[in-house]
């Protein structure tokens, strides 16, 4: 396995292991397997599992401290938080020095271990300065309770403004081949700023894979129910554009999970991708992608399969495009 530096010498394995396929996000789980994969994954020398405070209401991270068990100095942790049950109903961005202080030992308990390698802010919360909250994830990184602090979806000003106030050791964003919005400003600021990027979803929610052509062969209470390019009208536009990248696979006799992680990978040294999944032969399959090389030409003509005018239907509901920091 291949590593990669973050900010403050944070070593991780060049690729991530996402758990939210492991606390319901994409459909029934088995605890078993899941926490079977964990203990895969760190045979495999993938040690950066990325974990929310949200995710099954906490239960994921007692389900990731279970399968760490006695392993868990092998792994690096990385949980996000500052999005909470709203008491009217629904999530909530939270971003007070309040809320962190109070979820960051939330965390550690249910995580069963004395800190967290990663503390990232989920969301930038519009009500709160981002000064401050990063402000209180500093305070949590002197106290001992955190190792970095990281961000997620922001924007190249909040980036420069957040890194201000205490060194941010990676940002986090979605980024795969049919979601590339961070190249040009997003990537600029990253490598002014030497802040390495970790690329979630690089596998686009699955899509890549080839697995999903359709809402109805996923559960009732699949994420990807709520995401527009999954929706009838947009998949089968996505779908077109998908037989561009499975002939790219065909022709170099490589699976699209590993082509797809191979490409993220590809874009820099400071690029970790992150890969989601609940099955141990699954995360054997995307660890391999790392032994994957790509020239020129097989990143020219993987360029060219998701054209971003091509791609139907946004990133998120309307309701969570708004939340975005731009």
Same mark, same amino acid.
């Given at each position: 396995?291949?590593?990669?530096?973050?900010?403050?010498?944070?070593?991780?394995?060049?690729?991530?292991?996402?758990?939210?396929?492991?606390?319901?996000?994409?459909?029934?789980?088995?605890?078993?397997?899941?926490?079977?994969?964990?203990?895969?994954?760190?045979?495999?020398?993938?040690?950066?599992?990325?974990?929310?405070?949200?995710?099954?209401?906490?239960?994921?991270?007692?389900?990731?401290?279970?399968?760490?068990?006695?392993?868990?100095?092998?792994?690096?942790?990385?949980?996000?938080? %500052?999005?909470?049950?709203?008491?009217? %109903?629904?999530?909530? *961005?939270?971003?007070?020095?309040?809320?962190?202080?109070?979820?960051?030992?939330?965390?550690?308990?249910?995580?069963?271990?004395?800190?967290?390698?990663?503390?990232?802010?989920?969301?930038?919360?519009?009500?709160?300065?981002?000064?401050?909250?990063?402000?209180?994830?500093a305070e949590l990184v002197k106290a001992?309770?955190?190792?970095?602090?990281?961000?997620?979806?922001?924007?190249?000003?909040?980036?420069?403004?957040?890194?201000?106030?205490?060194?941010?050791s990676a940002v986090a964003t979605e980024?795969?081949?049919?979601?590339?919005?961070?190249?040009?400003?997003?990537?600029?600021?990253?490598?002014?700023?030497?802040?390495?990027?970790?690329?979630?979803?690089?596998?686009?929610? %699955?899509?890549? !894979?080839?697995?999903?052509?359709?809402?109805?062969?996923?559960?009732?209470?699949?994420?990807?129910?709520?995401?527009?390019?999954?929706?009838?009208?947009?998949?089968?536009?996505? *779908?077109?554009?998908?037989?561009?990248?499975?002939?790219?696979?065909?022709?170099?006799?490589?699976?699209?999970?590993?082509?797809?992680?191979?490409?993220?990978?590809?874009?820099?040294?400071?690029?970790?991708?992150?890969? %989601? !999944?609940?099955?141990?032969?699954?995360?054997?399959?995307?660890?391999?992608?790392?032994?994957?090389?790509?020239?020129?030409?097989? *990143?020219?003509? *993987?360029?060219?399969?998701?054209?971003?005018?091509?791609?139907?239907?946004?990133?998120?509901?309307?309701?969570?495009?708004?939340?975005?920091? !731009?």
């Amino acid at each position: 396995m291949r590593t990669r530096t973050l900010g403050q010498g944070i070593e991780v394995s060049a690729l991530g292991l996402g758990t939210l396929s492991m606390s319901g996000g994409y459909g029934v789980e088995d605890p078993r397997t899941c926490e079977a994969t964990v203990r895969r994954a760190l045979d495999l020398g993938v040690t950066l599992v990325d974990t929310a405070d949200l995710y099954a209401g906490g239960e994921g991270e007692r389900q990731l401290g279970r399968a760490l068990g006695s392993r868990r100095d092998e792994a690096v942790i990385c949980v996000k938080t %500052g999005i909470r049950p709203n008491p009217e %109903g629904g999530m909530m *961005l939270d971003g007070t020095p309040e809320y962190l202080r109070g979820a960051v030992d939330g965390s550690l308990r249910r995580l069963g271990t004395d800190r967290i390698d990663l503390y990232c802010l989920g969301w930038v919360d519009p009500e709160v300065p981002v000064e401050e909250s990063v402000g209180a994830l500093a305070e949590l990184v002197k106290a001992g309770k955190v190792r970095g602090v990281m961000l997620s979806e922001v924007s190249p000003a909040t980036l420069r403004r957040a890194h201000a106030v205490h060194p941010v050791s990676a940002v986090a964003t979605e980024y795969s081949l049919w979601q590339r919005h961070v190249e040009g400003e997003i990537l600029e600021a990253l490598r002014e700023t030497d802040v390495p990027l970790v690329a979630y979803s690089a596998l686009g929610r %699955g899509f890549l !894979t080839g697995t999903v052509s359709s809402l109805d062969e996923v559960d009732e209470g699949d994420w990807r129910h709520n995401f527009p390019r999954f929706a009838p009208g947009n998949i089968e536009r996505n *779908l077109v554009l998908l037989k561009r990248f499975r002939a790219v696979a065909e022709r170099l006799d490589v699976s699209m999970s590993r082509l797809a992680i191979a490409w993220v990978l590809a874009q820099g040294e400071d690029v970790v991708a992150l890969a %989601g !999944t609940k099955f141990p032969e699954h995360l054997e399959e995307n660890a391999s992608a790392v032994a994957v090389e790509l020239g020129p030409e097989e *990143l020219a003509a *993987l360029g060219e399969c998701f054209p971003g005018q091509e791609v139907a239907g946004a990133r998120y509901a309307p309701q969570i495009e708004e939340l975005l920091d !731009t």
